[in-house]
């Protein structure tokens, strides 16, 4: 999904994801970018899913959800 966000046509070697080079920062990076997409799974009103995995999440945080 990342390389469907940065690519914008240009030839790959002058193409930039945006990955840091360093290693444990580049783990950092991929762990942000794997919960942004997760969030924007499940939130999606395309997800069948959605409104029972939103209650499940709040039952487990305590939180009143209000629909």
Known sequence: MRHMETWMGIIEDRWDAGFPTEM??????????RKKFVVNLITSDANIHREHILEQACDYAGINRIK
């Open 24 to 33: 444990a920062k580049a783990k950092t990076k991929i762990t942000q970018l």
